[in-house]
């Protein structure tokens, strides 16, 4: 079975040395709860596919405690620094150039010639990464397809018994997986998150191109169909129907089971839109209705995760 371990000193020097030794290990980051396999060691991260059961040619990203270690690992550059003062530590990943000769598991980047890196702020997950002293690869710590994991206990429902340990440290602040930028050419969001598009740009002083989904998969985990909870989804629900699950934002007419946020604050709803949808789903509705929530700023973010947890399934 799975170690439920404490995010106290002893809880994180435990972890760190599983890590070390090879062993799986799901730890938390202000983002989601990421599900760690030491970067240098093919068998431990080749252990992550197999138990998040993901393809192998989606590719993960290396999770590292400080710049000297980033720079170890990428081709560094004026942008790449420009958004590292400004945004890290953290909920922004860069994809940037590989480099030559970079100890990194051939399997982290699937094959790629860039390499995804991202320096968390939670406070658990920096020591940890100092602790162990090695990137840490790490996806989100779900079965792949399923709803991210922003506490421990979601992180048990469907890795329990196929990874040694789980590391409790509450839920995570921001509720949605980072954004991330390709800078291995003109700046792109590959996906949307906390870090805006609009944030970027401002930040870089040039435009950040948004990739729209009908272009090709340059991030190969943005499949369509993506954080499905069992139930099907409906979006931009404007009215309740009989037996639905239905999940609020903002001020709402008559009840609903759950809301997003009931003063229409985005970085709340966010904050808490993965749980709600893991506690609907078990309550076992065949159908979770989903208020619509306003298209900008986080919301862009909370949107495309909605898209894709109501996108058909393949
Ligand atoms: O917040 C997060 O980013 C969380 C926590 C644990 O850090 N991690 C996470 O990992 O969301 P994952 O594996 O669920 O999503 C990684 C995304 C995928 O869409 C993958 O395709 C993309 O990053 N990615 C990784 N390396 C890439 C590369 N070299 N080029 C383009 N996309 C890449
Ligand atoms: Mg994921």
New binding site residues.
């Given amino acids: 079975a799975t170690q439920r371990l404490t995010a106290d000193p002893e809880g994180i020097a435990r972890a760190a040395t599983l890590l070390r030794d090879g062993q799986l290990v799901a730890f938390p980051?202000e983002?989601?709860?990421?599900l760690g396999g030491n970067a240098l060691d093919d068998r431990a991260v080749a252990g992550i596919f197999e138990a998040k059961g993901r393809p192998s040619f989606?590719?993960?990203?290396v999770?590292l405690a400080d710049l000297d270690a980033v720079k170890e690992l990428v081709q560094w550059s004026d942008l790449a620094d420009v958004a590292a003062q400004v945004f890290w530590p953290g909920?922004l990943?860069m994809?940037l150039p590989i480099r030559a000769g970079a100890k990194v598991s051939k399997l982290v980047?699937a094959g790629?010639d860039?390499?995804?890196v991202?320096m968390?702020a939670s406070p658990v997950a920096r020591t940890l990464l100092r602790e162990c002293g090695c990137p840490v690869a790490?996806?989100?710590?779900n079965r792949s397809g399923r709803i991210?994991p922003t506490r421990a206990e979601h992180v048990l429902e469907t890795l329990d018994g196929r990874i040694a340990a789980v590391l409790d440290g509450g839920p995570c602040d921001v509720g949605l997986?980072?954004t991330?930028l390709?800078l291995t050419g003109k700046p792109t969001l590959?996906?949307p998150g906390r870090v805006t598009a609009a944030l970027l740009s401002e930040a870089l002083g040039r435009p950040v191109m948004e990739r729209r989904d009908r272009d090709q998969i340059?991030?190969?985990?943005?499949l369509a169909s993506h954080y499905a909870p069992n139930a099907r989804v409906r979006l931009n629900a404007s009215e309740w129907h009989e037996g639905e699950a239905r999940l609020g934002f903002g001020r709402t007419e008559g009840d609903c089971d759950l809301n997003l946020s009931p003063a229409g604050d985005l970085v709340e709803a966010a904050a808490n839109l993965f749980e709600y949808l893991h506690r609907l789903d078990s309550s076992g509705a065949e159908v979770i209705a989903v208020m619509p929530v306003p298209h900008v700023g986080l919301g862009v973010a909370i949107n495309d995760r909605l898209s894709r947890a109501a996108a058909p399934r393949g």
């Fill in positions: 980051t983002t989601v709860y990421g989606n590719p993960l990203i999770h909920p990943t994809v980047s790629l860039s390499l995804a991202r968390p790490a996806p989100s710590a991210s997986e980072s991330i390709g590959l996906r340059s991030a190969p985990g943005q």
